[in-house]
């Protein structure tokens, strides 16, 4: 079978989980062979990508590839589409995932779909578009297909793979090298998982009433070991750092659950999390459009609700 | 210092989005068109950094006839100029085909700088900027929530999922604009009616040497195979708290078997 390339998104090392639910998704299609751009490949990445399916390993260990924006990684990848000819190339789709696959597919002259949520044979991607309201099956229909898989699509499953390294020697043309990373930045965020990521999502809207008082969220997300998210109503008063806003100018979120507490669920916020696979609402509004999509709906005041929920989470764990 | 900001016209998120059942496009006379949120932060980051450094404002937005309203809306903000790429044989590209078009138009337009806003909100790619920053063979800035132009050198803050990098450059370059980066200012009255004294100029594909097969659905690199209305979810439970809505939330939760 063909390979499918897989590009490995990591933080200090240590592989994400959507590149375990990538390489899953790439065994269904052909044969996984992760991609790891830049130095940092340890031996526990390694047989972390090996255990959930890699068969190879294509490494470009030169710090050029990630102290220059985007454009090192999508040459490295047109590099191994040229020569390995795989079946596909799959990348998460976060918002410096769609970068690489955009660059990349003009590089290759290769079609590419976005936020793909899940895939299937032939590469027919589903999407969710319009904030939920319509669903499409899109596929390429030139080049290489390129796809951005949104995280939380499908469940990581191990299945071994060989997980072969082999080094890819790599030259950087000049434009590839001409934005330049000086810094980076990285904000405390605690133990919480990443926005995007998580499997569980705790958000908070204009119902919370303050900033002190986004700590009841956040102490039900620590029980639930979940993200914290925010509607725009609480990042726009201020309560709630910008980062952490679900929504259509915000963050999408796919996540198993998602809870939404004080959220009214006005269009723009649901268009960020409508394909939660359970969505629980609190609100005081018997008449708020989130309980058009909850799966299960509290009709309260989230400042009694959400606290008795925390504490028999923890009680029943 | 030449600046070209790019505007979309899209429909307005709060009316409901539907695509054509002939031809699998977004249906966009169905619905109102204003111009994309994410835009208006590209508009007013341009206004500021001409206020800063001089230079001029030009904006070019892709689309049909109508986003000639969008357009207005950017000149009335404070643009000095505009091109309008509009041609029926751009109906239905796709990103690979939009950035292509759009490539060929800021050639013939010339910049130091182009900014976009990081995604529109109807198409959601999020790829664009990304995309021409390949095909100009310029600096990609994107994601950004803060720009510095010093002479010829950039350097932006570059959203990252753990915080944000610092990036730097030589211009010409081009930048995407994430959400807060500013306060986008309202269009004064002055500024409505000054803007309808502006030059805005139509390019056709022709005119922006664009090659006819490159562009449009023909073209198109992908394609939509069916698409459906999403399914109406379930109707859940809804219980009113008395007391014990946690518990009963928590109960839903472990039968869901999340604790």
Redesign the interface.
Known sequence: MSEILVLVEQLDGEVKKVTLELLTLARGLGTPAAVWAGPGLTDAAKARLAEYGAEKIYVASSADVVDHVVAPKAELLAQLVADKSPAAVLVAATAEGKEVAGRLAVKTDSGVITDAVGLGEGFVADQSIFGGGVNVRSRVRKGTPIVAVRPNSTAPEPVAGAGAEEEVSLTLSDAAKAARIVERVKQEKGARPELTEAAIVVSGGRGVGSAENFSVIEGLADALGAAVGASRAATDAGWYPHQFQVGQTGKTVSPQLYIAAGISGAIQHRAGMQTAKTIVAINKDPEAPIFELADYGVVGDLHQVVPQLTEEVTKRK | MNIVVCVKQVPD??T????RSDDKTLDRDAVDGVVN??DEYAVEEALKLKEAHGGEVTVLSMGPGKATETIRKALAMGADKAVHLSDDALHGS???ST?YAMAQALKKIGFDLVILG?ES??A????????L???L???????ANKVEVDGSSI?VQ?????????????LP?VVSVV??INEPRYPSFKGIMAAKKKPVETLGIADAEIAADQVGLDA???????????PP??A??????E????????D???S?K??
């Open positions: 998120t709060a409901e989005r539907k695509l949120e994410l796709d990103a690979l950035s990081s909100t109807d959601r790619t999020g790829v664009l900027a990304a995309m920053a390949e095909r063979g310029t600096p990609q800035l994107t994601l350097a570059r959203l990252t999922d753990y915080g944000f990098d610092r990036v730097e450059a030589t370059a959400e807060k198109a690199w992908s394609e939509v195979v069916d698409f459906a209305a999403a979810r379930a859940g439970t809804i219980v009113k708290d007391g014990d809505g946690g518990a009963k939330a928590a839903f939760l472990a869901k999340f604790i």
